[in-house]
């Protein structure tokens, strides 16, 4: 049975190309907002939700932490897309006759130079994929768009001009979610574990609650902290280890975790991605 990927955005989106490189044999379903992806899976119309987490050039994704726990959903799979940005146009439009590219507002400043270059001026877009449908839909000859190369080929535009980023790390982490975790060993890079906590209201909690890491070896790759409920006092932590919750070192290191925190709640257990590396 072919499984079916929500994500947000329009087909040709960054979140789209995740979904194809991740499970090329699935069929997407393309929503408005992260919120409506997270309900397309509760409510049955997705098998799995892609989410966006962070981006090696503009840090963590707004809200998403926030989201993650209240989802309901247990991560199962991660994966690293590099994000790549093409100048495309309708098919015969040479890039002389561009007056302007639209793009949504993040991607403008990664081609800035190119854009300059050009002497094109940058306008920013809701979505980069939208503007790339609407600009097949109009037909616009002094227009072109800043998008993925899935998105030309999705909305038939013609690549001017490949991979003009500026920098060559930019890159997103996404997170393959599911309403069923999987605990299994699988994939040949190891595991990761993700889970979020609060400390005990007591004196040097989370210095404490760390050090079971740091004394058992295992590595902590993110650690990030988010109030929660409205309050200035009231803070939530996300972290993200490499190893698996029945590893001897980690699993001591959870429970050392336990004894310090009023909450811990694992999110998901799921391998390496290998871009990692």
Known sequence: MT?????????????HQACAEARPDAEVLPCRTFEEVIRAVRDGRADLAMLPVENSTYGRVADIHRL???????????????????LMALPGVQIEALKRVRAHLVLLPQAAAFLSEYGIEGVAAADSAG???ELAKKGLTDEGVLAS??????????????????????????????PEPDTSRRGTHGMMTTFIFQVRNIPAALYKAMGGFATNGVNM?????????????????????????????VRR???????????LEILGV??????RD
């Open 131 to 133: 503007a790339a449908a």
């Open 68 to 86: 993650l726990p209240e989802s309901g959903l247990r991560i199962v799979d991660e994966a690293f897309v590099r994000v790549h940005i093409s």
């Open 270 to 275: 799921y391998p390496r991605d290998p871009k």
């Open 149 to 178: 190369d899935l998105a030309a080929e999705i909305y038939g535009l013609h690549i001017l001009a490949r991979h003009i980023e500026d920098h060559a790390h930019n890159t997103t982490r996404f997170l393959l979610m599911s």
């Open 253 to 263: 290191a959870l429970e050392e975790l336990d004894y310090f925190t009023d909450m």
């Open 221 to 249: 790759t993110k650690l990030e902290s988010y109030m929660v409920g409205g309050s200035f006092t009231a803070t939530q932590f996300y972290a993200d280890i490499e190893g698996h919750p029945d590893d001897p070192e």
């Open 3 to 15: 499984q079916r990927i929500a994500f947000q955005g329009d087909l040709g989106a960054y979140s």
